[in-house]
Nanobody, 120 residues
């Protein structure tokens, strides 16, 4: 089994910053990709950022220039640094990981979600 544990959400004023982290643990052979999605009330879940093996990162246009993503390979952890936050960034942020387990099977896993609220 694999678990994803997120942390770092909270309430911040517009223009402020937050850093989210997501740590994967369990029977991991290889982490193929890790990313962040978000879902605002009444909206569909959308991809915010993803980092794949080789450190290639992709961001949704609305966060480019404001959000950065990094990872600690040894800890199977990714970080989402969110700067210049806007009220429209308010959402529940979910960590997602595509992981090859020690049984060599590949599965997608989700974290429990962390609330990010940006006040105007």
């Amino acid at each position: 089994q694999v678990q994803l544990v997120e942390s770092g959400g909270g309430l911040v004023q517009a223009g402020g910053s937050l850093r989210l982290s997501c740590a994967a643990s369990g029977n991991i052979f290889r982490v193929n990709a890790m990313g962040w999605y978000r879902q605002a009330p009444g909206k569909q879940r959308e991809l915010v950022a993803v980092i794949i093996s080789g450190d290639s990162t992709t961001f949704v246009d609305s966060v480019k220039g404001r959000f950065t993503m990094s990872r600690d390979i040894a800890k199977n952890t990714v970080y989402l640094q969110m700067n210049s936050l806007k009220p429209e960034d308010t959402a529940v942020y979910y960590c997602n990981a595509r992981i090859q387990g020690t049984n060599r099977l590949v599965h997608d896993y989700w974290g429990q979600g962390t609330q990010v609220t940006v006040s105007s």
